[in-house]
């Protein structure tokens, strides 16, 4: 369970979370929605530690993320993330760069690793890629390779920041059919997303972001269908 | 014009001269490149203001021409270190291979700190959400990525350190071009002695500089 509890947090003067609540229970596929600059980012690079927080706490599992003592590696092999941007190692083949984090993190040997990772990049359909340099992967297939390296380190969250969204639009459905799969297996997901229909589809719930502000969560049918929120109409009426 | 007094003596003493070269060079090469990394993360780490008193004291081993470096890091070894600390007279290849190794780690500093920020700041954030520690990030991703930033720069650095370690000459260390010119002295043959001399240099610098294209057309595979 990720529980958000009160979270403030500001870069310098620009106060980018305004006191988020939220929680998020296993198995539960969240997805976030919100204009740019709502500070959708920060607060998944919050729940990972990767930036700390001002007031509030975030606890994962029972852990609190931003406590003193809490070993920050150890939390991340729980929380997987994938970025916008494309984030393969280019010096190390697609499966040398599964298997990495496996070795050096969670001390698998090479061969279980090796075997993980072969398992992880089938399951998102690039079994034939294994020795490939990932300079020669287009954008969908990077994107599913960061998915596959997230997986191998067996998270209980995967948390995703528009993944698709510095992907040519051809290449989009095929991220999206990997994340659908990952639903339906029931990982637990937070999905940041322009998508409207893919967030229709599989979503348990749809939060709105506004200026740091969570302004309205719902399941879809009631936040697409019946917006309360003024500026969720204002913004759901620009996507159409 | 080639019918001269050289023997197989002479020819001997330019190979100990080359010899001699290519062993202050590999010393303060090594030396130098490891302090050079150690440095340049060091100033990465810090950040350009906590950073400035190192920086500065590389720039100075920088700035300063080696000739000057060499005779003054001799006179301060052997006219103030020696009698303070009562130990016996420090010899020119020491020195030598101290302030060629100084000044290479200042120049190598310098290239590590390049290749370090040529890094994409989202493939570290990459590798650290994946549980990976500082150092695991550094080792496994930063540094060969950074390598194959730097090693074009690093291979220009150790060839000029190489030709550089002439000057060496000054703290009585018989390097390369010190034999040449003591057979110039001796025996009037300047242009043939610097050829084979010359040709040394080279000897010593090709396999240098073929290994460093070698690896860049490895790496830019992937
Ligand atoms: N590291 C940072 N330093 C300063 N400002 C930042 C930083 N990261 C994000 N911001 C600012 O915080 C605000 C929220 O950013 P972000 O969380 O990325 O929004 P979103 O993902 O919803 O588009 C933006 O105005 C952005 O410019
Ligand atoms: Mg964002």
Avoid at chain 1, 91 to 110: F, I
Avoid at chain 2, 26 to 36: F, N
Wanted: hydrophobic content about 50%; overall charge positive; some cysteine.
């Amino acid at each position: 369970m990720i529980e958000i509890e009160n979270v403030r947090k500001s870069f310098g003067p620009l106060e980018v979370l305004k006191g988020i609540n939220l929680t998020v229970s296993k198995g539960e596929v969240l997805t976030v929605i919100g204009g740019s600059g709502s500070g959708k980012s920060t607060l998944l690079t919050c729940i990972n530690g990767l930036e700390p927080i001002d007031s509030g706490r975030i606890k994962v599992d029972g852990t609190e993320v931003h406590a003193k003592g809490t070993n920050l590696n150890k939390l991340r092999e729980k929380i997987g993330i994938v970025f916008q941007q494309w984030n393969a190692f280019p010096h190390l083949t697609v499966q040398e760069n599964v298997m990495l984090a496996q070795v050096k993190v969670l001390k698998r040997s090479k061969a279980e690793a090796a075997a993980e990772a072969e398992k992880q990049l089938k399951h998102v359909g690039l079994g034939d890629k294994l020795s490939v340099y990932p300079g020669r992967l287009s954008g969908g297939q990077q994107q599913r390779m960061a998915i596959a390296r997230a997986l191998a380190m067996s998270p209980n969250y995967m948390l995703f920041d528009e993944v698709t969204s510095a992907l040519d639009p051809q290449l989009v459905g095929e991220v999206l059919d990997t994340l659908r799969m990952l639903a339906s297996e029931g990982m637990t997901m937070i999905c940041v997303t322009h998508e409207m229909k893919f967030a229709r589809e599989v979503s348990d719930r749809v939060a709105f972001f506004h200026k740091g502000v969570m302004a309205e969560i719902a399941p879809p049918e009631e936040l697409f269908g019946a917006p309360k929120d003024p500026e969720l109409q204002k913004f759901l009426a620009a996507t159409h | 014009m080639f019918n001269t007094g050289l023997t197989s003596n002479d020819l001997w003493l330019l190979a100990q001269g080359a010899g001699m070269t290519l062993l202050v060079t590999a010393i303060a090469v090594s030396l130098g490149t490891i302090l050079g990394i150690i440095f340049g993360v060091l100033r990465y780490q810090l950040g350009p203001w906590w950073a400035l008193p190192l920086t500065f004291v590389l720039d100075v081993f920088r700035s300063i021409p080696l000739l000057i470096q060499l005779i003054l890091a001799n006179a301060f070894v052997n006219m103030i270190l020696v009698p303070t600390l009562k130990i016996g007279k420090v010899s020119g290849f020491t020195v030598a291979c101290g302030v060629l190794a100084m000044y290479t780690a200042a120049y190598c500093s310098e290239i590590v700190r390049g290749g370090i920020e040529a890094v994409p700041a989202n493939l570290r954030r990459a590798s650290r959400s994946l549980g990976m520690s500082w150092g695991q990030d550094m080792w496994n991703i930063v540094m060969p990525l950074a390598t194959r930033v730097a090693l074009p720069s690093w291979i220009g650095l150790a060839l000029g350190v190489m030709k550089d370690s002439a000057l060496v000459y000054i703290v009585q260390v018989p390097e390369l071009l010190k034999n040449t010119q003591i057979l110039i002295t001796r025996l009037q043959e300047p242009l043939l002695l610097l050829m084979i001399c010359g040709l040394f240099y080279f000897l010593i610098s090709f396999p240098i500089a073929r290994f460093g294209g070698y690896l860049e057309k490895r790496w830019s595979n992937d």
